[in-house]
T-cell receptor, first 114, second 114 residues
Framework: DAGVTQSPTHLIKTRGQQVTLRCSPKSGHDTVSWYQQALGQGPQFIFQYYEEEERQRGNFPDRFSGHQFPNYSSELNVNALLLGDSALYLC?????????????FGPGTRLTVT | AQSVSQHNHHVILSEAASLELGCNYSYGGTVNLFWYVQYPGQHLQLLLKYFSGDPLVKGIKGFEAEFIKSKFSFNLRKPSVQWSDTAEYFCAVNAAGGYNKLIFGAGTRLAVHP
């Protein structure tokens, strides 16, 4: 049973560019959340997708957007990249959006903005 | 605003020493509490969780945590650490009955020396 997978593993982009990160949830999971983990900090919630809609959003600008597909996989898009967007981006999936269900995390995508 | 504070950023212990990692949260409502662990080169994984009931919860690998509501604390303990416990530990909280938006602390990096 595959866990949460993310692609790519590493990515280097230039300021002002756009980036798309991808996530496939654990088998049977229908809810995907995205987190940003800057160096030396804990993960910060970006947003959560359920039934192909953004259900909840953290304190991130509109440059951060996402999508969930009918097969429950998800994309995170970041436009107009800033140096401060350099971080590890984590995807997590769960059985439902309820807070009582465990979130399973993927290995992350390391984004470097130069 | 919701927040989680972890008291120690770095802890160094010898094998067989006892461990206690502090975690305090700020939230104006009922919460679910979690400890996640990230071993070197591995994904974030759930160590233990508290939703309700007995405030002393037991997790994997001999870890336990105690919820003290009056102190807004959820400290992680282990009576005798092993070299394999070397990892980064994150305390997290979400709103009970709400969506699965986790608020993480900054993490505590534990190094256990043989």
């Amino acid at each position: 049973d595959a866990g949460v997978t993310q692609s790519p593993t590493h990515l280097i982009k230039t300021r002002g560019q756009q980036v798309t990160l991808r996530c496939s949830p654990k088998s049977g999971h229908d809810t995907v959340s995205w987190y940003q983990q800057a160096l030396g900090q804990g993960p910060q919630f970006i947003f959560q997708y359920y039934e192909e809609e953004e259900r909840q959003r953290g304190n991130f600008p509109d440059r951060f957007s996402g999508h969930q597909f009918p097969n429950y996989s998800s994309e995170l898009n970041v436009n107009a990249l800033l140096l401060g967007d350099s971080a590890l981006y984590l995807c997590a999936s769960s059985l439902t959006p309820s807070g009582t269900y465990e979130q399973y995390f993927g290995p992350g995508t390391r984004l470097t903005v130069t | 605003a919701q927040s989680v504070s972890q008291h120690n950023h770095h802890v160094i212990l010898s094998e067989a020493a006892s461990l206690e990692l502090g975690c305090n949260y700020s939230y104006g409502g009922t919460v679910n509490l979690f400890w996640y662990v990230q071993y070197p080169g591995q994904h974030l994984q759930l160590l233990l969780k508290y939703f309700s009931g007995d405030p002393l919860v037991k997790g994997i690998k001999g870890f336990e945590a105690e919820f003290i509501k009056s102190k807004f604390s959820f400290n992680l303990r282990k009576p005798s650490v092993q070299w394999s416990d070397t990892a980064e530990y994150f305390c997290a909280v979400n709103a009970a009955g709400g969506y699965n938006k986790l608020i993480f602390g900054a993490g505590t990096r534990l190094a256990v020396h043989p």
